[in-house]
């Protein structure tokens, strides 16, 4: 059996050996670094995991967004481990002025496409939001819906717009049969549940193998790592 990945943790797992995406926000990084871009870069490499990075919608009503929107795509031009932009995305159960939050995200996901990185997606009820901005930008990287714990109907509406859904500690029973195994991630995000067990909750609602789901995960995952050892080529576009 392939090794078990976890699409989005904000707590990296020593034991993963890589098979992990710890999710950073450029922000933080911003003020614990206090703006050393070499410090920011080297923080990141220094993680040894894969990293994905951006701005989250929470931080997105700081002062002078320019400033880290400039210094995300710096540092994304300049450390080969970063792996998905986000996560990035929509919540309107935060009193973050919403129009600076689609502003923030669409930014990302400009920058996204120019770099090549697909995106992992906080959104919080907000997906009319989020299936109108991707019907007017078109974008053509993979966009990871993380954390979904809405009904099949609405996961029905988000893959129908060509996005995947990643599954975490909680989720709708019926939500895996839905989605085509192809288009599903599963993460551990803030939780304290272990990977195995998320693994575990998916494959007891699908009655399936735990193989067939983790090698198709682990399978996804080496293309996503294939695509960011070519970022030094591609990131020339930045
Ligand atoms: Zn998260």
Redesign the pocket.
């Known amino acids: 059996m392939s090794p078990l990945v976890d699409i989005?943790?904000?707590q990296p797992h020593p034991s993963s050996e890589g098979k992990e995406v710890v999710?950073l926000d450029i922000t933080e990084l911003h003020q614990t670094h206090h703006g050393d871009f070499d410090e920011i870069c080297h923080a990141m490499e220094g993680s040894g995991a894969y990293v994905s990075l951006g701005i989250?919608p929470w931080n997105a009503g700081l002062d002078d967004t320019a400033k880290f929107m400039d210094c995300l795509q710096a540092v994304i031009k300049n450390c080969p481990n970063i792996l998905l932009i986000g996560?990035a995305g929509l919540d309107k159960s935060r009193p973050v002025d919403f129009s600076l939050q689609e502003e923030v995200f669409r930014q990302q996901v400009v920058l996204s496409e120019i770099c090549r990185k697909p995106m992992?997606i906080?959104c919080v009820r907000a997906f009319d939001d989020l299936l109108r901005i991707r019907k007017a930008l078109h974008p053509f990287q993979r966009w990871i819906v993380?954390?979904f714990r809405g009904k099949p109907q609405q996961a029905e509406q988000l893959l129908r717009a060509g996005m995947d859904i990643s599954l975490g500690e909680r989720f709708h029973p019926d939500v895996p049969h839905v989605v085509p195994l192809d288009r599903l991630w599963v993460?551990t995000?803030?939780g304290k549940t272990t990977i195995s067990s998320v693994y575990s909750a998916i494959i007891e609602a699908l009655g399936i193998h735990l193989d067939l789901l983790v090698d198709s995960v682990y399978r996804r995952f080496i293309q996503l790592t294939e695509n960011c050892d070519l970022s030094t080529h591609t990131q020339s576009s930045l």
């Open positions: 989005h943790t904000h999710c989250h996560e992992v906080h993380h954390g993460e995000d803030m």
